[in-house]
């Protein structure tokens, strides 16, 4: 059974720095992609970032490229996102997602397996 389990998610302020991880199971770990996602109140899903833990290619999307940080811990089995400079349009529900792919998108339907979700709230 393949399990991701997100943790990091907090209260935070404008400004500060949160790390959150995605732990990955039952999912040959060398041969997925990762994506982290948010979901804000009233708002469709969205890619963030994405990770090919196969080659180390990542990709973020737009709004978050200057402040977002992914990367992968293989011997964990697990990838982080560092968010630095919050901001309270940050505040969201966020996931982690996984396929069995060499290739990394930030498309919702392109991944097989999903987290519950950590919430982000940040205060101004």
């Known amino acids: 059974e393949v399990q991701l389990v997100e943790s990091g998610g907090g209260l935070a302020q404008a400004g500060g720095f949160l790390q959150l991880s995605c732990a990955v199971s039952?999912?040959?770990?060398?041969?997925?992609?990762i994506g982290w996602f948010r979901q804000a109140p009233g708002k469709e899903r969205e890619g963030v970032s994405c990770i090919s833990n196969v080659d180390g290619g990542s990709f973020y999307s737009d709004s978050v490229k200057d402040r977002f940080t992914i990367f992968s811990d293989n011997a964990r089995n697990t990838v982080y996102m560092q968010i630095e400079n919050l901001k309270p349009e940050d505040t969201a529900v966020y996931y982690c997602?996984?396929?069995?792919?060499?290739?990394?998108?930030?498309?919702?339907?392109?991944?097989?397996?999903w987290g519950q979700g950590t919430q982000v709230t940040v205060s101004s």
């Open positions: 039952g999912l040959p770990f060398d041969d997925s992609a």
């Open positions: 997602a996984a396929v069995k792919s060499s290739i990394a998108t930030l498309h919702v339907d392109f991944y097989d397996y």
